[in-house]
């Protein structure tokens, strides 16, 4: 019989290989990968049938990964494992097509009956969240300042530290394109300075806190 194929997505290797030996025994775990991008890329590749992937990591975040991946037409099952405690994240999560949502200090107990339901097409919210979620307003707001997809991404790589230029490589845009989305995302922000902005990003959970 073969096992459903599982891509994993978090920047925090001992804590990816650990995921191994909870998965293995069910599932065929097809590749580990570190940032936003590789999952992007790696997912586009394999066709997994479910990603488990973290909301946090550098180049791009798990979020507007799994944007990106739905408009690429990718069908897997994508279960969120991640810190973030707010259910706003869940939210997005659902609504950018997530079929679970689960903290990673209850991954042992809940990861498997995630991925199990996930599969059976239906959806999975660590129950403290899921209490929460219920109150939150419809629909829930994404942020307190809307910014684009690619806003986002821009704010994300110039809170990791990388230079206009390197931005605009890893974007496929010009460096002069990727200058004027730092100075707009600036104004919309109200930020003074590129330390503004790494706050932002870490208010947006973009980014980790140092």
Known sequence: MTRPRILVADDHRMLAEGLRSLLEPAYELVEIVQDGRGLVEAAVRLQPDVIVADITMPLLNGLDAVEQ???LGCQA???FLT???DPLYAARALRAGASGFVL???ASAELLTAIHEALAGRTYVTP???DL???LPDPAPDSDVPLTRRQREVLQLVAEGHTAKEVAKL???STRTAEGHKVQIMKLLGAR???DLVQCAIRHGLIAPA
Do not use: E, G, P
């Open 69 to 71: 991946l739905r408009r």
């Open 104 to 106: 990673k200090h209850s």
């Open 83 to 85: 810190m973030h405690k």
């Open 77 to 79: 099952k994508v279960v």
């Open 128 to 130: 403290a969240i899921a």
């Open 171 to 173: 974007l496929y845009i």
């Open 133 to 135: 979620l219920d109150r």
């Open 193 to 195: 300075s590129t330390a």
